[in-house]
């Protein structure tokens, strides 16, 4: 049974992660890990935390000699911010006085998270509610990823749009839409976009927003490649791929919106538009020539790529702050807190989303092939596509 | 603990469901539920089946004399077109050779499900595929509701637009932007929508479709009044509201696009005109005056109304078919099947996704106020309130 | 996914059962869960309720025309006694005034449940703590049966003992020990037992027991044969096959204690008489001489039979009742209530116990060897065995 | 929601354990759960691993300034032996050829895990299936002791008997049964036996079986005291208290044998005699004068102690080795192989059963009263209380 938690403080000593349930046998490469974690400290927009951080994980049990071992694998990344905050954020009770956080920021889970837990500072809410919690994800993302490429999966990600600046016409999502060319400019971009005309628009429009001290959100885009036709399944809601899509997606931070597909682009025009016509190969393979379904039909993969855009807001910490609450005197006040943070975070949520759609993936790849070695499940995965 | 599993095939004797976890000594109406169900079948652009159904439950477990009991509520659906379907969906071996369906419909399950689960028989798939399951979330939806209403939370939904045409400028989304008489309104037409002006373009819009052949999706909104502070948390990917919101609006058929709040409008702004500044009335209560965030902040319900967009694609059952393949012979053809259909059914859909929103909420709300007696959970709820 | 849930009150209109996650076309006979639903009504020592309920299923989705779809399948088992109780059990308010059960019955739930549901009225509790609710799981242990088979597993049970009347020698627990004689001369037993002598040696205790106005309890074995090495993990605690197993023994009604293999017997010898030597035969296969472990080594499957031993309590209604309290007037009474029920269930409770296991192996073989069809299953198996 | 995994080899670096659904607010101390591990190390009978590790956790999340945030926390116990293993069992390729473990030990994991791992090398499968794993759940444990301390609830092990030497009448059940004075006694006895006469003839059992070259088992038992009315319910057969006792138990690696309250011994008399009257005391408060239903009537605690017999197999390492088979040759041998172990862990096993009626009690606990953090959590209980 594939599961994982995720643990770990802002500015705790690190973040913990026990994922279980991969087979044994599987090679898994820290490097291939630390990658997906550099990726998402990287794009345009960060802010001073980014160079604090060099994200890289250990490998504290479940894998031996590089392969797995099919017990549960903890993942840990150490937070180097974290020797300034060791007195602030000790488990143990501590001798210093320390002053309460309790002004809230809009937009943030400051004042719900306050509410919730009853705290009184909150610092105690913003620990956990932090983005950094995304780093966890991508670990987990990235360990999935080494299973999925057994099966010939892959996962990408790339920027549509930043603050309305993004691409004018809209992009087909065939598998001809995509190639390997588009996928090194777009990790060589700083805004993760293919087009080069277009990351300088995009970087103009951040800067512009950081000029007034505000902040920027967009658009991005994931897409597997290789998933096989029947993972999902209607047979109960909670089982659709389309269902665990959603709450893989709309999980992340600053998620608000997300569409599989052509999303609410077919919602403007008919049937007769939308659907994807099916078309068998001389060969015998399957084809759709169109993929407005984003590769899921009837809650079960159908051999497309799986493409799901999403949309992140603005960072809510903003350099000039809005007004707000001091929960510690009840009192309206002209600005929130300012903590360090970025202006724009889009790059770095696409490789969040890479990460959830290889989890949601390898969950559902796990519960159709079984098996405990990765030789037995990629021997069920081989004899299913020559059924 | 708060689960439930939905049961039944389109053409079968009924839809089963199991409901568990509901607090003891909840007044529970079976007209209540019936209600919902009598809505999800209403809307123009249905097509002949809602004639032939009038769906109605019975309890079959559960509640005695009005109230529950807190044991598994069972509720059970009749199909009354089971009549003619009794041979053909027989849980026996029956005599008569079954002429097997073969042709696929884009846009369904038909392919993946068949592929998926060896079937040669489309019927196989499509008879749980179908969206008459979404009857069965009704049902366990207009249960909750129940539940709900005794914290003062209330659920609704009207449509926003049909294909494309809706609401020229964007609706708010604080409470004041909604009212009883709209709400009244919505019900009252046969597109769920409170403007009379806009119910009449969009009946024409999908008489339209029906005149080509063809076929029209949406967007629905989807909203709960009086959520308290609190539900939901940060604390781990897949507890947050906002994942479990998108679970339930993304597993909904037909559904490939949605948004919380302002959703994809954030991401064309920045973040001064996004987030909602948290304000202290003087009567100590808190309040936003906008809900850009659409009630969730940080993952957790922020108290003001939980509001949620979703796109629906037009229904993939063309009665001008599209070209498509024949699974039996693998040959490419040039018209799919027909099989009886609705034009439109984003009234319907919206009525589902106040059932999957009412779901998710009663989960949430039980989750952070426990109690095995409906007197329980409201003691509990109410110290939280006045804490 | 495998998982179901049961609903139903002993006198309400039926029990219902949807089951989760079995593979599509596999061969289901309602005439086997029929079967099973039989043995667990009989044996000697029932009361009057056992002549009203002939129970059968009916299939209500899932299965078609003799095989599974994939999709949920609805068990319902009507209760006869149904036509009695249908004022007194109604779902909706009734006119009539019902007459409160209020004297509660030692060693029941008829306490504990009135505390912590806030019940003014014993009924709503003992209409789900009933034991009828067993039927459910017969029920659908009589479908898990029918996929075990095709793996060659099968499970049986037998009664050891009653109130203290039993085998005098230990019995073995290798393969060798069981034989198709045996279980056939359990199935002709009242009691479930192979040995006729000691058949009528509880027989007789039973009836002493009766004119006592007394109950009895006992022990019973339950065994799975061909079931393969793998199954089960130490991987997490809660993956354990014993884990689960315990889980399954210990949920059954009246069971207070549980051995797997040898058991409590283990802690009275030294590890050199316990533990079972692997040997591996000429012809590759491997086999244990003794089974001490009862088929789990580890928390995994070892190939020998799986071997549980459980016991059961004496049931707690009493013809003689017990003094206990009345929860109306909180008074301390001389005698609790009797209500219609058996002397002795041992050799039903190990038809349950059949169904519990069943249940397990089902999940764990489906956990293990993945599959959306029988075929695909069978085929993940096959090629696990071979390699 | 209160869930949790663990992680980590025996030889491997540290145990991981996150733990989540604890609310918020609560006093946490590093010290008590290290006292627990401590006494998990002790009893006699135990081997040389004892003396290298010194277990003593971290928290690494989810605690700030000694209380919890709310958020996942995360347990970390070094293992101090690792410095002799690090190229043993480094997660990353070494340059040096390891040998292989290749003969398994009879009555553990070797077998099983080898086959259904795959693995060539048992050490890939001992490493995990070692109970060096039971470590974790005993910090888990000590976690949830401090949080069931605020409800009044304490949890105590001691040893009944030791390969077959124990207690020759059988001790009460009911609260008078035990007594500080005794629990001081088990704290101090080497057997976590309160009888000294009786410490000192186990002791000298266990002598004997260490001069065989042979090991020895044994049975505990576990109490909680202060439990509610209330906790679990019938309602669903995995819901049940007794049910998820049995899990937990039963999931302990060697154990093979439980019994809730009077277990076994309530097969041999009648109903009668077994079950326990309830009375109402002049206070109002409920009372049992016996409790062989070991504090557990319908699947729901009825306010007095839980208490659970569990049945230890003697450890499987004999340092006489038992005959087995070599898997890298397929050859049956006269001797498995000796790795360090001990002679006898009952009295470090009734430590672990302390920790997994901890865990279970705390997960009963929340889900009744619900709360996020620790004041609405005792809010919610005081409540139901005085209801």
Known sequence: M????????SHGPCLTMI?????????VEKEIVDADLRRRQGGYGRGGRMKIEKDAIRFLSGVRHGKTLGSPITLQVENLDWVNWEERMNAAPVEAEMEPVTRVRPGHADFTGSVKYGHDDVRNVI???SSR??????AVGGLCRQLLSQFGISVHSHVLSVAGVGYETPRGMTKEAYSEEMWRAVEESPMRTADAALTEKMIARILEAKRDGDTCGGVFEV???GVPIGLGTFSQWDRRLSTRVGMAMMSIPSVKAMEIGAGFETTRTTGSHVHDVLRREEDGSWSHPTNNAGGIEGGISNG??????????????LA????SVDLATGENIDQSRYERSDVCVVPAAGVVGEAMLAIVLTEALLEKFGGDSIEETLRNYRSYLQQ
Chains 1, 2, 3, 4 share one sequence.
């Open 2 to 9: 594939f599961r994982f938690l995720t643990a770990g403080e």
């Open 19 to 27: 994922v279980e349930g991969l087979p044994a046998g599987l090679e």
């Open 127 to 129: 620990e956990r509610s």
């Open 133 to 138: 919690e995304t780093a966890s994800r991508v």
């Open 223 to 225: 897409v597997a490649f």
């Open 304 to 317: 497309e790529p799986i493409v799901v855009r999403v949309g992140v807001k603005p960072i809510p910490t």
């Open 320 to 323: 000039h702050p809005l007004p």
